[in-house]
């Protein structure tokens, strides 16, 4: 499945922004995605995931961002979004959003645990 995020931008602390997320290639409702942030030097964080369908669709979120950001998806438009509100200056990064091959009774939060990556997009958040 190829991924192409989009959706980044500047805006101000406590702003909002959604991301989107278009697949293509393969249904996307058939993986469980999700989206990753890194900032320049550091690691990709988790940020947010979605189960692939028939596994309940359940969703978890990192602790920084829980209550803040939404992760949905459309599986008629093969499309993911993250919907983020309350935007803190440490939210800057580039966003990428993510797919995996393989299947986990839980929450899979680890880089290395998802297979298809889009090529990101920046957000930037201005205190």
């Known amino acids: 499945v190829q991924l192409q995020a989009s959706g980044g931008g500047s805006v101000q602390a406590g702003g909002s922004l959604r991301l989107s997320c278009a697949a293509s290639?393969?249904?996307?409702?058939?993986?469980?995605s999700a989206w990753f942030r890194q900032t320049p030097g550091k690691e990709r964080e988790f940020v947010a995931t979605?189960?692939?369908?028939?596994?309940?669709?359940?969703?978890w979120y990192a602790d920084s961002v829980k209550g803040r950001f939404t992760i949905s998806r459309d599986s008629a438009k093969n499309m993911m979004y993250l919907q983020m509100n309350s935007l803190k200056f440490e939210g800057t990064a580039v966003y990428y959003c993510?797919?995996?091959?393989?299947?986990?009774?839980?929450?899979?939060?680890?880089?290395?645990?998802?297979?298809?990556w889009g090529q990101g997009t920046q957000v930037t958040v201005s205190s």
């Open positions: 993510t797919a995996a091959e393989r299947h986990m009774v839980g929450f899979m939060t680890r880089a290395d645990d998802y297979t298809y």
């Open positions: 290639g393969r249904t996307l409702s058939r993986y469980t």
């Open positions: 979605i189960r692939r369908s028939g596994s309940g669709s359940g969703t």
